[in-house]
């Protein structure tokens, strides 16, 4: 029975991990930054500072944080619980029977040692099937629609999103009253040469994705930006 409870917390614990991913990849995360950080509040390590910070500032992504780490300690627990008694010698086994289950007294040590075995070929046999490409596929994909349709999450706004290197990320600015790129064309706005590329401009509510060059840049526009996000706010509103 313990071993069983066993794995039905570790099978629980993958899939929570995978649901918590989904989750912060709903609210504008990267793939690969929303497992690691899924995986690392319910294990409770590897949550860096400056990763952190893009979870800490966003409400959605707080709670899922807290429901990850609140599910994962509780796994932890029931684990080692469940363990420890699956460990235990023959006694354990024999006493749910009405007669023992083997014709001679197992030592101690075999028994535990034949447990053991049995975790460790199941807790393998989890891992592989949870790391498999083609199921792990369509367990996101099969997740993901359950938690679209139920509406759990709001859908995710523009926001600074640091990428893994060099300060690079999506940014929604709004073109401001002296900005050095008001009333210009994309084309004459120098945001290429600072390495800076327009991916839409939101103008009276409608998004006009991939603007051509010959797009003139209005006050209230709002420029949905990716490049180095110290200098998209410097380069397009004098006033962030």
Request: aromatic fraction near 8%.
């Amino acid at each position: 029975m313990n071993l069983v409870l066993f794995i039905t917390v570790l099978v629980i614990s993958f899939i929570a991990v995978r649901i918590g991913a989904i989750a912060f990849q709903l609210t504008g995360l990267e793939w690969s930054m929303a497992k690691f950080q899924a995986l690392s509040c319910f294990t409770s390590t590897g949550f860096t500072t400056k990763e952190a910070e893009l979870i800490t500032a966003d409400k959605q992504r707080r709670r899922i944080a807290s429901v990850l780490i609140v599910l994962g300690h509780a796994g932890l627990v029931t684990m080692i619980a469940t363990l420890a008694n699956s460990l235990r010698a023959q006694e354990v086994i024999e006493s749910k029977l009405s007669r023992p289950l083997l014709p001679f007294q197992m030592p101690a040590f075999v028994a535990q040692l034949i447990n053991l075995l049995i975790l460790i070929v199941a807790v393998y046999a989890v891992y592989k099937l949870f790391t498999n490409t083609r199921f792990a596929r369509r367990l996101t994909n099969d997740l993901r629609k359950r938690i679209i349709k139920r509406e759990l999450f709001k859908p995710v706004t523009f926001e600074e999103l640091l990428l893994a290197t060099g300060g690079y990320g999506v940014s929604r600015v709004s073109v401001c009253a002296g900005s050095p790129v008001l009333s210009k064309p994309l084309s004459k706005s120098e945001l290429r040469s600072n390495d800076i590329t327009v991916l839409a401009i939101v103008r009276g509510g409608e998004t006009m994705p991939n603007p051509s060059a010959s797009t003139e840049i209005l006050l209230g526009d709002e420029l949905v930006c990716f490049g180095k996000l110290k200098n998209i706010r410097k380069r397009i509103c004098v006033n962030p």
